[in-house]
Each structure stands twice: as C-alpha cells, then as structure tokens.
C-alpha cells in the first residue's frame, strides 16, 4: 500500500485573460499544466524552479487556495477540491502555508502571541484560556523565547520573523506544510539555521513538506526528492542524490551549474540560458524549453517529450534522453 500523504494527478491551473468592455475571456495563463507528485509521510519533496514556473501556483493549488483547473489533489486519499467548504475549513489546519516573507500577513498592531494564538480561536482548537500556553510551546519550539510573546512585528529580525511564521503554522498542529521561498529573503547564516529548524520540527512532530524554492542548493540539504519545473510543467523527477549525480534534462543541468561549489574540480561547466522565461499566456509549442535549449533540434520545435520513468525513481521529459 502507498505510504502517501499527498498525491497530485495530472493538476492544472489556468488563470483567465479578460479584454474588452464585458471581460471576455480571450486566452489563458497556463500556470500550472499537467503536474503528479506524491509526498510520503514524513518526507520532504522538493519543487525547484526560475521564478514564473508556476511552482508556488502548484503550492497554493494544492492547498485549495485557487481552485483548480483540472487533475486531482488527494490529501490522505481525500479529494480536496471535490469538498463542501464547511468539511474544507475542518482540514485546513492539517494543511499549513509557510511564505517567503510573513511580516507581511503581520498586523504590525497585535502583538506575536495573540497573532500566533487568532489562528486557534478561528478554527475553535482551543479555549481562551489554553491560548497562552500552547503558544509559548511553539514559541520556544521555533527557537524564540517566552518574552517575545507581547513583542510587536517590527521589533524582530528577518530570521525570527521567519521563525514567528513558522510557529503561526506549527500552533494549528499540521500534517503538512508547504514552505514557499522560506529562505530566500534571509542570509546565508541564517538560512542555514531555518533549514535546521524546518529539520528538527520534522524529526520531533513527523511534519511532511512541500519545500519550494528557485535555489537548488537550498532544496539539497534538505529534499529527499526533487521535481524540477518549468514554465508550467515537470520537466525533471528523482530522489536527491540520484538528480544531484546524474542529472538529465538540459534545464536541470543549467541550474546545477550555477551552483557554487567549494572545491574548483568539482566544479561543473557553467550552462548559461539565453533569454527569459516565456510567458505562460504564450508557451512554445513542442517542448516549452526549446527556445532556451542549448542542444534543441527541429523534433523539439513541434512534439512535447513524454515525461518517462528512466530508471532509479528517475523522470525526464527530454527527447534526447
Ligand atoms: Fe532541449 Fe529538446 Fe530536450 Fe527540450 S526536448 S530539453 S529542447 S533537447
């Protein structure tokens, strides 16, 4: 029997374009086009892409905070999106969202504890009077102290500001988070000491993530497997070690080679991508990747590459693969 906490099928999400006088729909934003995943319990996956792959529209799709498209989001084999609201609500705590910068759905007005605490009220998990203790329990398993609870937002760094949304997700007693860009807007120091956090949070309360980011040295340290996107779309899947040894697809191979690495023979030949990312409004036909591609030939041009099990829990959409 699958071990899965989180199984997505073939999910889509497209947005809309509107013009003219009545907002007649005349295209799409394929943001989101034909995306499985499945995260066991207790795992973290990783999802990796530039910005405008549409890798936190997958996150927020997952968590039903856009409605889908098409496809299929089974939480704990549950249909999410088939839900009636009222059973929705009842589940959301078990779903949590961690952003990259949570200062921004702080009220600089309230103060850390009754803002960590508003979330336990909202969904009735606790009476008044528990609210305080169960908030110093995650204050203090988030690395902040006791005194920090009657502090306002502003009085905190960016890495406790990180630590605070942290705990804003923990108090609610998740299941499963979804980490978008956590690390990103932090130095590399205390990057490392979030990344320790989101590990030991997940070795002491079993917690499985969704951990997104656009840098795969973060993911690294911290994915047991990785899923690469690209405008819209999977374009490579494997267990870390296995992406980080061999990887396959020329975009993967591009992103690995702008990592830096200590040690110089170790260092990979630097892939540099000509151009930007296209818009998803206008994708290119065949493969999405070809107009970036160092290596396309006229088969990319017009027949988009299966996505294809290649051994070693391996996936690839390449032709040359
Ligand atoms: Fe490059 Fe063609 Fe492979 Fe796409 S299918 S990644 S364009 S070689």
Do not use: W
């Not at 910005?51 to 905070?65: A, E, F, H």
């Not at 990180?162 to 990103?184: H, K, M, T, Y």
């Not at 540099?272 to 970036?292: E, M, Q, Y």
Request: hydrophobic fraction near 40%; charged fraction near 20%; glycine fraction near 8%.
């Amino acid at each position: 029997m699958s071990d899965a906490l989180l199984e997505v099928n073939h999910l889509k999400k497209y947005f809309p374009i509107t013009a003219g006088l009545f907002n007649r729909t005349i295209g799409h934003i394929k943001a989101v086009d034909d995306i499985s995943l499945s995260i066991n319990r207790g795992e973290t996956f990783g999802l990796v892409g530039e910005s405008g792959s549409g890798k936190s529209t997958v996150g927020r799709t997952i968590l039903r905070l856009h409605e889908k498209t098409g496809g299929q989001v089974l939480f704990k084999g549950i249909p999410i999106h088939e839900l009636p609201k009222a059973e929705m609500r009842k589940l959301r705590p078990k779903m949590q969202l961690i952003f990259q910068d949570p200062y921004s759905s702080l009220n600089p007005r309230i103060r850390i504890g009754d803002a960590i605490g508003e979330a336990l009220l909202d969904h009735g998990l606790a009476a008044k009077e528990e609210i305080r203790d169960l908030v110093l329990e995650v204050l203090e398993a988030c690395g902040l102290s006791p005194y920090h609870y009657n502090r306002f937002p502003h009085e905190f760094s960016g890495g406790q500001r990180q630590r605070i949304g942290i705990a804003r997700a923990l108090v609610l007693n998740p299941d499963f988070i979804i980490a978008d860009e956590p690390v990103s807007a932090l130095d590399v120091s205390i990057q490392a000491q979030i990344i320790n956090l989101f590990q030991q949070l997940q070795q002491t309360r079993g917690l499985t993530y969704l951990f997104i980011s656009h840098d795969l040295s973060v993911v690294e340290h911290l994915c047991s497997r990785i899923g690469v996107m690209y405008l819209g779309t999977m374009m490579e899947m494997a267990p870390r070690d296995e992406l980080f040894r061999t990887p396959l697809h020329p975009y993967t191979k591009a992103l690995l080679s702008a990592i830096p690495v200590p040690i110089p023979k170790l260092k990979r030949e630097r892939i540099v991508l000509k151009g930007d990312i296209p818009s998803p409004a206008n994708p290119p036909a065949g493969c999405k990747f070809h107009t970036r591609c160092p290596y396309a030939v006229e088969q990319c041009k017009e027949q988009v590459p299966e996505f294809r099990h290649v051994g070693n829990d391996h996936y690839v959409a390449c032709h040359l693969v």
